[in-house]
């Protein structure tokens, strides 16, 4: 259902018969959030100057990757009568220099890419409505493969955990407040 093109994302939006509950607009909401702070990491990493060659590389495609989640998460808060938070809603802030190196890219977006995944897969365990949580599951494979994107060029192993830790709530709202101001 989600193109790598970011094309139908209207299929990811829920059947129209039934609004999501609370819980579930709330995940959404959550997740929508997450996006944002990766799309801002990914274009201050790009700016800084300090990404290049497969870093520069994967920064763009996780930013394709993350442009087309944040469209599909639109699009299923807009079928439920939400309207997404956008870029200029929120102001993110970051540790003192997560942008001077490389490194210290490459360190930031495995950790922003490892609180996706989780929040991903937190959405998949808890949200009840059915329909959600095909397009939230794929989003998560393929935050996944962001956080083996990250761990390779960083020079460690590429496959993880068999099981990758699913983070609650209220754990990735924690977090996220981390980077906003």
Do not use: C
């Not at 990914?42 to 700016?47: F, G, K, L, M």
């Not at 949580?133 to 990250?150: K, W």
């Amino acid at each position: 259902m989600l193109a790598a093109s970011g094309a139908g994302l209207a299929a990811l939006a829920p059947a129209a018969a039934a609004a999501p509950p609370d819980g579930d607009l709330a995940y959404l909401r959550l997740l929508v959030a997450a996006e944002l702070l990766a799309l801002d990491f990914e274009a201050q990493a790009r700016a800084s100057g300090k990404a290049a060659g497969r870093t520069a590389a994967l920064l763009k495609q996780t930013r394709a990757d993350d442009t087309a989640h944040y469209g599909g998460l639109g699009a299923m808060l807009n079928g439920a009568g939400q309207p997404p938070t956008t870029a200029g809603d929120i102001d993110f802030t970051y540790p003192k220099g997560s942008f001077a190196s490389q490194g210290s890219i490459l360190k930031l977006g495995l950790t922003l890419s490892t609180l996706s995944l989780g929040a991903y897969l937190g959405a998949v365990q808890s949200v009840q409505t059915s329909e959600l949580r095909g397009p939230i599951g794929q989003i998560a494979a393929n935050e996944a493969q962001h956080v083996s994107g990250f761990a390779q060029l960083l020079g460690r192993p590429v496959v993880g955990s068999a099981f990758a830790a699913a983070l609650s709530i209220d754990g990735v709202s924690e977090t996220l407040d981390r980077y906003e101001s």
